[in-house]
Structures are given as C-alpha cells and as structure tokens.
C-alpha cells in the first residue's frame, strides 16, 4: 500500500470519520458497533483504493461500505429477531449516496457516547475516537496514559454503550444538566487537538477546531441559560481568531511573541467577546471555561505581548488553577509568570510540577524549563531540557520548533 493512499484514507478520516460514523448510528442504533462498522470499511478501503483509486464522494464510499458490512453480519446469524430485521431492509432500502446525516447527528453522536452510564474519561475519550476521529495513541497522549490502557478503555466504553441501549438521540431538556459537563469536556479537548495537534505533521488541524466550534454554538443555542457553553464558544472563537497568524506559508508554526496581529481573524475576536459577555451576564461566576477565554481575551485585545496586561492573566490563571488542579495549567500559569515577575519565579513554579507523573511523557514541562533556563543563562542546562523536549514532541512541527530554539543556543 502506498504511503499517499494511507495519508490519504487518514485525511478522509479526519474529514468524514464523525459524520460517516453518526449516519451508521441513526440506521443501526448502536454507537459501538457502527464505529467498528466504519473503522471495518476504512480497513477495506486501504485494501482497494490502492488498485482502484480514490472514490470521488470518499465518505459515501466508506458508509455504503460499513452498512452493507451490518447487512451481511445479521444475515449470518442463524435466528434474526425482528427488530434487526426492519433495520437491514431499511438499511437496504436506502441509496448508497444517501449517506449525509440530518443536521443534528454529530451532535446525537456526542450526546450519545457523554452519556452517563460512561465515566467522565470514557465520555472524553470515546468521543474523540468517534466524532474527532482521533486515534487511540493520539488520545493516549491527550490523557497522558499508555496506549494500551485507552484501547481497553474505548472497548469497554462501546460495550457499556451497547448493553445499556443507549439511544441515539438528544436527551430531553431536564437531561441537560447531567450530560452538559461531559459534552462541553469533549469539545473542548477536540478544539485542542485541532488548535494544538499532539502529532503527525500539521501543528494546527483547522478541520477538528471547526467541527468543535459548530457543536459549540448549537450547544450554546440549544441550552442559553447555561454560562460555560457561551463561555467555551467565546474560548474557542477567541482562540480560532488566531489561526491565520500561527503558521505561516509553508505551515511552519509561528509563535505568540512573533505572530502578526493584523492577520487576527478581528471579527470571531468581536464574536468571542460577545459570548463572553452573554456568560457573565447570566451572573453564576466564571468557570473553567470563562476564565480561559477571559484569559485569551486579554491577549485579543492587546496589540502586542508587551502591552498584554500579564498581571491580570496571571490572576486569571490562579484562579483557574485553583477550580482545575491541572499540571498543565499550573505549567501555563507558569509562563504568565515569567512574562509579569521573570523567569525565576516562573521557574519555582515549574520546578513544583515537574515530578508530576502525569507530565512523564509530555515535552511541556522539559520545553518550558528550557525557555526559563535560557532566559537566566543558564545556556547549558537549557540545551539539555530542549534536547529532551524535543524528543519527547510527538508532533513534527512542534519538535522542528524545538529545536530551532536548540541550534539558536
């Protein structure tokens, strides 16, 4: 098999995985299988496409494939009760091309697999695997756990889904509150993955962050008197204004102190602003997500990282650390620090967190310090912790940048 025909199958997949997947759910009624369906139709076509070539309409291709897949499965067993057998002659009734799911499908996908049969991290990782499209090492890196783990994890997941017939559907309004958490973490972390990619070789996949943000604003929409959904589509437009300066034209990333703040995208900014607002009027405090876009608003409205107004991030972030517990943020407060106090009392607050198991296999924690030693001289020390962020990095624009930064010492 071709190396461009695997990239492009996995291209496909990021594009189409989520709707192909939440078209065989509304026919089959079970999320666990129609994602087995689907992942055994990909596997088809790195089998074919080699000889016969893309298909011009890839992700019809792959849903005509997986649903004659969950034909031909209930025709084997040797009894078929008669639910399975009005959906295979539904299933066979309908045209091959008609594949795109009705409007609200990807969010019925995700309402599914945040359903609270699932534990809180099974909510998050099966909904990356579905509707992110992410594979199971990528979301072993986002939840800093071994591969293994998060592959049993997602088998039990759809299995939990399956024997507790989880319909395929929006929960009823007075549902919301219980599933709202879960939903909001799964976008969430699919935004990251597309601000952010953990690997491969694109360091911002547009794709991902977009599919976030739509599901962000139906969410917004459909519950309005919920603070953090505005609060999250406030993050997420305010973050995404950014994207047309973050690489540049050969899709080399572009740091914060070095991108052009004429090419910020000024009218999601206006828009993230606006839905901040309408999070805080509602009057509940900032949570998590608010105190994130209060944060990226900061450096929305600054027209440089020198007239940022870094005391306040660095409030923000305390606060945010304080609601969290999370390494990260706390590593991230770290960096404010170090912009508003100097690397020295950034570098106390990293060195608090750099035992933290959760951050072993993660490039941060070594890539900051490196930042931080630099800054203090300490040239030698530093080589050594970029030398280890790099090897670490396991997205291939992240790890040039590295060591960039590496030869620059």
């Known amino acids: 098999m071709s190396t461009d025909v695997r990239r492009s199958v996995d291209a496909i997949w990021r594009i189409e995985g989520a709707r192909v997947v939440a078209t065989l759910a509304r026919m089959v009624g079970d999320v666990g299988l129609a994602e087995d369906l689907a992942q055994d139709a990909v596997a088809d076509a790195l089998a074919q496409w ?44 309908v045209a091959d091309d008609a594949w795109e799911p009705i409007a609200d499908d990807v969010l019925k996908l995700v309402f599914a697999a945040c359903h609270p049969v699932l534990s809180r991290e099974a909510q998050v990782a099966l909904t990356l695997r579905v509707v992110g499209g992410l594979t199971s090492e990528e979301i072993a890196r986002m939840f800093l756990v071994p591969v293994p783990t998060m592959q049993q994890r997602l088998v ?3 299995k939990t889904l399956t024997a507790a017939r989880v319909p395929f559907e929006i929960p009823e309004p007075r549902e919301w509150p219980e599933r709202m958490s879960g939903v909001l973490s799964v976008i969430y972390l699919v935004f990251t993955e597309g601000y952010a990619a953990t690997s491969g070789d694109q360091w911002v996949r547009r794709d991902l962050a977009a599919e976030a943000l739509r599901l962000g604003r139906i969410v917004a929409a459909l519950a309005p008197r919920e603070p953090e959904s505005h609060a999250l589509v406030a993050l997420m437009e305010l973050q995404a ?13 572009v740091l914060l102190d070095d991108q052009d703040r004429t090419q910020w995208d000024r009218s999601q900014i206006t828009r993230g602003l606006d839905a901040l607002r309408r999070a805080d009027a509602l009057g509940r405090g900032r949570g998590p997500y608010a105190l994130q876009a209060a944060i990226a608003a900061c450096h929305a409205t600054a027209a440089s990282v020198e007239s940022t107004d870094w005391d306040e991030v660095v409030t923000l972030y305390e606060a945010l650390d304080r609601l969290s517990r999370n390494p990260i943020v706390t590593l991230n407060r770290a960096v404010a620090v170090s912009m508003a106090s100097g690397p020295s009392a950034a570098l106390a607050i990293v060195d608090e967190i750099a035992g933290d198991d959760r951050l072993a296999r993660s490039h ?11 800054q203090l001289g300490r040239r030698d020390q ?20 590295l060591l960039e930064k590496l030869d620059r010492l």
Do not use: M
């Open 50 to 93: 080699p000889e016969s070539g893309v298909p011009q309409n890839a992700g019809a291709w792959l849903t005509a494939v997986a649903k004659h897949k969950a034909i031909d499965g209930w025709r084997r067993r040797e009894r078929l009760d008669e639910r399975y057998r009005a959906i295979a002659h539904d299933l066979e009734t």
């Open 156 to 158: 039990r997941a759809k």
């Open 241 to 253: 204004s950014r994207f047309p300066a973050r690489v540049d034209a050969q899709g080399h990333p």
């Open 364 to 374: 941060l924690v070594p890539s900051v310090r490196g930042e931080l030693l630099a």
């Open 382 to 401: 530093a080589r050594d912790e970029l030398r280890r962020a790099a090897e670490l990095a396991t997205n291939e624009r992240q790890r040039a940048v």
